[in-house]
């Protein structure tokens, strides 16, 4: 395959994967099945960044990021709510870009696929994990009015929820991208 039908599988899949995070967005805020956090309700698991991170992988950091501006402008057509869905983009971006980096570490540490995966896995999460504590801490008070010290006590809980949210979307753009893999030539 030459450079130019290499560019555009890498535009057309892109654009597909950004589509397919906007209807996974509208699709489970209109049909009811977000998953509540039990220990914080108005925080909900979704699917929006699993094809972000099937972008990322299938393609490299940059569709991974296109594919979260258009989720995040479908968020706020959707929602209007542009502090929430900045919110998410900020979340999504840093998942992608600490897979990205574990990636490159891995590289330069010259491990194998099975702990190179585990690390990249490691760092996307534990990246999203902390870019969103700084994000909240800023963005709670100043836009939600939470007092900051109520914002320092919810630390624990927001990021266990980016945990668990990084760790499903990880998992499943993973799987989402080895299926690809195993049933499309390259």
Known sequence: MGTKERKTVRLTGTAILAALAVV???????????????????????????????????????????????????????????VGGAMKGIA???TVT???????????????AGPSR???YVTGVALRITIMSVWNLLVLPRYYGIPFNV?????????????????????LGTLLHEAYVRRVPR
């Open 118 to 120: 585990f690390l990249s």
């Open 24 to 82: 996974f967005d509208y699709a489970l805020k209109f049909s009811g099945l977000k998953i509540p956090f039990p220990w914080m309700p108005f925080l909900k698991f979704d699917f929006t960044g699993v094809p972000i991170v099937t972008a990322f992988l299938m393609f490299d950091l940059t569709s991974g990021t296109i594919t979260t501006i258009v989720a995040v402008l479908g968020i706020i057509a959707r929602s209007g709510d542009l």
């Open 92 to 94: 999504e971006v840093s």
């Open 151 to 171: 914002a320092v006590g919810m630390m624990p809980l927001l990021a266990l929820f980016n945990g668990m949210q990084g760790a499903l979307t990880v998992v």
């Open 98 to 112: 600490g897979l990205a980096g574990g990636r490159y570490l891995s590289r330069r540490l010259g491990l194998g």
